[in-house]
């Protein structure tokens, strides 16, 4: 099935459709079941929300989230954890209830186990009705690093030297990055009802293009979401800067 391709004019623009499509879906179903994202790219969407929310368009007391990652041996209150993250860029700001959200918690226990758990709330939570996604450079999804194969379940990923030098500008120092995530897997993530993946800037675009070939290769992640019934991209125009109008998946 080919993608939605929806190009707008700004981050702005690309961050008010997501959350527009969050509140829509909300809307629909109150007890819908959210799977996030963090890095800056969902920042401005996160923004979004909580303005909605503080109007009174939008009510999270239902919601339940799943996000798809944590890096390993941070505890939840250090600043570059993803617990903190979703704190301080959303949960802190919306009436989710501390119950209904969900995070991989990795700090001093066995991947394995925080694996095998993540998996069965998620099967217990019936799926995720709509996954937020964002793409790194290399093509990965969550930390689903480029390569010879993909977990389909949560699992212990050793993270890309791209990925580290990505991330470090968040940390103090390169070497303060962890080198190791638990993370969704590819078929956590395409067991979505519904995906939305978001783009923004020209660093992006050669892996918007890639995922958007026509081709599906182990070796750029994101492409694996040609197979996805519902897929929607909403990408600024760097980011699209390198689509064609004959990209078979792009429509």
């Not at 959210?34 to 303005?51: K, V």
């Not at 930390?143 to 940390?171: D, K």
């Amino acid at each position: 099935m080919a993608m939605d391709i929806v190009i707008v004019d700004s981050y702005k623009s690309m961050s008010i459709k997501a959350a527009e499509i969050i509140a829509e879906q909300v809307r629909k179903k109150n007890d819908t079941v959210l799977g996030l994202a963090t890095g800056s790219t969902p920042e401005g969407m996160y923004a979004c929300l909580i303005e909605m929310y503080d109007e009174k368009k939008i009510d999270f007391s239902a919601v339940v989230t799943f996000n798809l990652d944590e890096y390993i041996g941070l505890p939840p209150d250090h600043p570059q954890s993803y617990h903190h993250y979703m704190h301080r860029h959303f949960f802190d700001h919306v009436n989710v209830k501390a119950g209904n959200i969900n995070i991989p918690h990795c700090e001093g226990r066995d991947p394995g186990s925080i694996c095998r758990e993540y998996e069965r709330k998620i099967r217990e939570a019936e799926g995720i009705d709509l996954q937020i996604l964002g793409i790194g450079t290399n093509g990965h999804i969550g930390f689903n690093e480029p390569g010879e194969y993909l977990y389909t379940g949560t699992h212990l990923v050793e993270l890309a030297e791209e990925t580290i030098e990505a991330n470090s500008r968040f940390f103090d120092s390169r070497g303060e990055v962890p080198e190791q995530a638990v993370t969704m897997g590819v078929g956590s993530i395409m067991g979505a009802a519904r995906i939305v993946l978001l783009a923004s800037g020209e660093s992006k675009a050669e892996a918007v293009r890639k995922m958007c070939s026509g081709k599906v290769s182990t070796g750029h992640p994101a492409s694996l979401l040609q197979l996805h019934r519902a897929v929607t991209v909403i990408a600024d125009r760097e980011a699209a800067s390198l689509l064609k109008n004959n990209n078979p998946a792009c429509q």
